[in-house]
Structure formats: structure tokens, C-alpha cells
């Protein structure tokens, strides 16, 4: 087999890969031979086909199966000889596929890149800290009854908070607008789903009440015809709802997973929940602080294009399925999701990949097996059945991999921590949510 490379561009590498002609033809004899054991043809007794007439019928067909094989091995062996780390597929253009002639064809790919990696220390880290108060408690069970709450007919004007059904229609210069219109829409008031000044202006309004809503679009809407626009909505209330919030009883209590009626029961289980939601926060925010030293300690380094690519892939599939995922086939999913949408996280995520797992080589980490232990525990009592959720973990090796992945970035992360300069901040328990959904949102 005869093996050459070239450096075209930073990353990307050519290997010509010529195979001898003997031994693509000695594979698509063998193959023939073996196949026309079993072959049944008009005239032939079965297993006595003649091997030109297996040439003939079948030969072009073998031959291509052969050639695949070929291919995917070869390229196996040499990016070995050639110790080189391919990223993601190669593209493969066959220059010689004839029988008799040797195989060549060129592969084009581009290759994990070199890591060096440059000190991170002395960075600034900012932990939150904060104590869960009866007020924080009282507030996330004022959200669980509103949430197992229902709406109720009122008998009285509109207030902010209210839930209406409506039938509107909106004119921009007397002419009715796409999108303008909508009959027994339920809208909250308050909650800014309409433009600037729509649910304002029906606070106050009755069952049968007609209004009509002078308004102007912001400069920043989404429609080009629509941005700065004078409008005007003619506006029916039907129905005015408000939210009757449900009851602390055993029902509610159950479908938070707390058996029976007592409450202080129900606030204690509820305080746990916030303390782990709260822990997993404060770290997950530390977290992001570190491997953000970490990337910014790196300016440099490059990173294959294909691994940016599968991660956008990955990450657009992603955000698919959070928002209910099912497509027709025709569904073009990155006109809809396009590829700028993702590029950027996608890019840091790659980057991030290959300077921790540098970095777990560097440090000698290891996925401590009580610390795996840990983790998955931790993540199983949030669950009815947390001894199935366990064994789950343990008995599927991709879900397992990924929690020892965790562990490995967590040491990782306590390492540089020991290097970094560590400020705390007290802080509110919504304020510590909102702040640590921010940074990992980036």
C-alpha cells in the first residue's frame, strides 16, 4: 500500500492511498467464488455456476462492495502509519477503480489539533452564597398552586394578572394586516405577549366590552412592514378569567411526590428541593467562571471546522426536541434553525472538549468510582425511585461514560479552583437562579 500526505491548510490533510490491484481482485474472486455456492441460475446446476458467468452478472456489483471495504480499511491503516488523528468523516474522491489497475483514491479530512496548554491561574471567581428563606419557600409553593391552579368566570372589570378571551383586529391604514387578527384568544394581562400598550389598555374592561386600541409597533419588530407602525385594534371581551389558586392538600401535595396532609411535611420536602437546585447552581456558576478562564487562557487554538459542524448539528437537534421535536419529512430543520443560531456555542463546547481532556491528562484526574457513585445518586433522588434510576445509570455504558465525563471535568474544575482568586457574594435565592442561568446561557 503506498501512503502520502499533504498539509493543504492549517487543519486539513490530503492522503493519497494507492492499493495494489492484486489484492482488490483477489477480494471480488473471493467473494464471487464464495457467492456462487449458493446462486441459482437457469441452465446451472446449483453451486456449479461458471465463474465468468458470476463475473459477468454479478462482477460490477461485488466489486463496488469490495471497494468500500477496501477503502475503509486502507484508510484505517494508513492514518495509523501516518499517526494521525482524523476529525470527523473524510471526503473521498476514487481516482482508479478498475479491474486490473491499481486502487487510488484521496482523502480529505482535517485532524485533531496539537493542545498546548498555557497556565490558568490567578483568574477571579466570584460564589455565590445565600440561606433559603420562608419567604423564598413561600413563594416557590405560591408558584406550585398557581401552577395546579384553574381559571374561573369573574363577574367584574379586568384586572392585570387576569386572563381575557378576546376576538381582535388590527388595520394599519385601514387595512386589515397579516397576523393582526385572532378570534377566543385567551390572553393574561400582563404577561407581554401583545405590542406595548395592547393589554394596558383592556385593565379595566368587562364581558361584551368593545375597544378600540391606537398603537404603534416598536422599531425593533420582527416584521419589516410592521416595525414603527401606527395601528389600531377593534378589541371584543367575551370573558374575563382569573387564576383561583389550588388548595395545600394531599392532592397538590402528590403531585410534587409528598404523600399525605401535612404541611410543614410539604415544606420541608419542598426547602430540600430548593437547597439541591440552589447547591447545583451556586457550582454550576463557579463552574462557568473556570472553563471560561480556561478558553480565555487559549486564545489560539485552532479547532477542526467538521467538529463545530457536528456540534451545531448537535446542538440545533437539541433545542428541536426541547420544543416538542416532531417534523414532516419535507421540513428543511436548518432553514428553520439556521447554522448561525448555534455556530458560536458550538465552537466554544468544541474548543472547551479538547482543553479539559488535555487537561484531565495533564492533571492525572480520574473518574473516582465513589464520586461517580455520588452523582448519579444525587441525581436519582430527585426521582419516585431512585434505586431503579441507579441501576439504570450503571447498566447503560453511554449514560454511565457521560456521568464519569462530569466527574472528570469536576475535579478538573476543583484543580483550577485552587489557582484562582475566590471572592464570595451574598445573594438572594432567585437572584442566584437567574444569575447561573445567565452565564450558562452564553
Not at 332 to 357: Q, Y
Request: a negative charge; hydrophobic letters at 40%.
Amino acid at each position: 500500500m503506498r501512503v502520502s500526505v499533504e498539509t493543504t491548510s492549517g487543519l486539513e490533510r490530503k492522503l493519497t492511498v494507492g492499493v495494489p490491484a492484486e489484492q482488490v481482485d483477489s477480494a471480488v474472486d473471493k467473494k464471487l467464488a464464495e457467492a456462487s455456492k449458493n446462486v441459482r441460475l437457469p441452465g446451472f446446476r446449483p453451486g456449479k455456476v461458471p465463474m465468468s458467468v458470476m463475473k459477468q452478472r454479478f462482477g460490477p456489483g461485488v466489486r463496488q462492495e469490495v471497494l468500500g471495504d477496501v477503502i475503509n480499511r486502507s484508510f484505517q491503516e494508513a492514518v495509523m502509519s501516518e499517526n494521525l488523528r482524523p476529525a470527523g468523516q473524510p471526503g473521498i474522491e476514487v481516482k482508479n477503480v478498475d479491474s486490473g489497475v491499481d486502487v487510488e483514491y484521496v482523502a480529505t479530512f482535517e485532524i485533531y489539533p496539537t493542545v498546548a496548554l498555557n497556565d490558568v491561574k490567578d483568574f477571579a471567581v466570584t460564589k455565590l452564597t445565600c440561606d433559603i428563606s420562608d419567604d423564598d419557600v413561600d413563594e416557590i409553593i405560591h408558584v406550585f398552586q398557581k401552577q395546579q391552579g384553574q381559571l374561573v368566570d369573574v363577574d367584574r372589570a379586568a384586572e392585570d394578572g387576569d386572563t381575557l378571551t378576546i376576538d381582535f383586529e388590527g388595520t394599519k391604514d385601514g387595512e386589515i394586516f397579516e397576523g393582526g387578527s385572532g378570534t377566543d384568544t385567551a390572553l393574561e394581562l400582563g404577561s407581554g405577549r401583545m405590542i406595548p400598550g395592547f393589554e394596558d389598555g383592556l385593565v379595566g374592561a368587562s364581558v361584551g366590552d368593545e375597544r378600540m386600541l391606537a398603537l404603534t409597533f416598536p422599531e425593533d419588530y420582527h416584521a419589516e412592514e410592521l416595525k414603527g407602525a401606527a395601528v389600531e385594534f377593534s378589541v371584543t371581551v367575551k370573558a374575563v378569567k382569573t387564576l383561583e389558586l389550588a388548595e395545600l392538600n394531599t392532592e397538590l401535595f402528590a403531585s410534587y411526590g409528598v404523600e399525605g396532609d401535612d404541611v410543614d411535611a410539604f415544606r420541608i420536602e419542598v426547602r430540600k428541593n430548593m437547597e439541591r437546585e440552589l447547591k447545583a447552581a451556586i457550582d454550576a456558576h463557579v463552574k462557568q467562571q473556570v472553563m471560561d478562564a480556561v478558553i480565555e487562557a487559549h486564545p489560539d487554538l485552532e479547532i477542526p471546522k467538521s467538529l463545530i459542524a457536528q456540534e451545531t448539528d448537535a446542538l440545533r437537534s437539541q433545542m428541536f426536541q426541547q420544543f416538542g421535536g416532531g417534523m414532516s419529512p419535507d421540513m428543511d430543520l436548518k432553514s428553520i434553525l439556521p447554522d448561525e443560531m448555534f455556530s458560536e456555542r458550538a465552537e466554544t463546547r468544541v474548543k472547551l472538549g479538547l482543553l479539559v481532556s488535555e487537561l484531565v491528562q495533564d492533571m492525572g484526574v480520574r473518574a473516582e468510582p465513589h464520586k461517580v457513585r455520588e452523582l448519579i445518586e444525587d441525581i436519582a433522588s430527585t426521582y419516585q425511585d431512585p434505586e431503579e434510576v441507579i441501576n439504570w445509570y450503571y447498566e447503560d455504558n453511554n449514560q454511565l461514560m457521560g456521568i464519569e465525563s462530569r466527574v472528570l471535568e469536576d475535579a478538573v474544575v476543583d484543580k483550577l479552583l485552587e489557582q484562582s482568586a475566590l471572592t464570595e457574594e451574598a445573594t438572594g435565592y432567585q437572584d442566584a437562579l437567574q444569575r447561573t442561568r445567565a452565564a450558562t446561557q452564553q
